[in-house]
Nanobody, 119 residues
Framework: QVQLVESGGGLVQAGGSLRLSCAAS????????MAWYRQAPGEQRELVAA???????NYADSVKGRFTISTDNAKNTWNLQMNSLKPEDTAVYYC?????????????WGQGTQVTVPS
């Protein structure tokens, strides 16, 4: 069994910063890729940032230059540093990962954490 647990969401004023963290635990052999997604009310879930095992990163155009994804592979954790937050960043943020267990490789998701940036 694999679990992803997010932390760090909350309410922050426009221009402020938040740091989200995701910790993976369980029967993990390796983590192939780690990512953050978000879903605003009435919208589809979208990729915010991703990082692979070779530290290759990918960001949504809307967050480039403001958000940074990082990992602590030894601890199976990854973070999303969010700076210069805007009201349009308001959403539920989910961490996700492609994880190899003893038998298979599949995607796992956290439960989501709310980020609110009032206008």
């Amino acid at each position: 069994q694999v679990q992803l647990v997010e932390s760090g969401g909350g309410l922050v004023q426009a221009g402020g910063s938040l740091r989200l963290s995701c910790a993976a635990s369980g029967s993990i052999s390796s983590i192939k890729a780690m990512a953050w997604y978000r879903q605003a009310p009435g919208e589809q879930r979208e990729l915010v940032a991703a990082i692979t095992g070779t530290d290759s990163t990918n960001y949504a155009d809307s967050v480039k230059g403001r958000f940074t994804i990082s990992t602590d592979n030894a601890k199976n954790t990854w973070n999303l540093q969010m700076n210069s937050l805007k009201p349009e960043d308001t959403a539920v943020y989910y961490c996700g990962a492609k994880i190899r267990t003893l038998l298979i490789v599949r995607d796992y998701w956290g439960q989501g954490t709310q980020v609110t940036v009032p206008s």
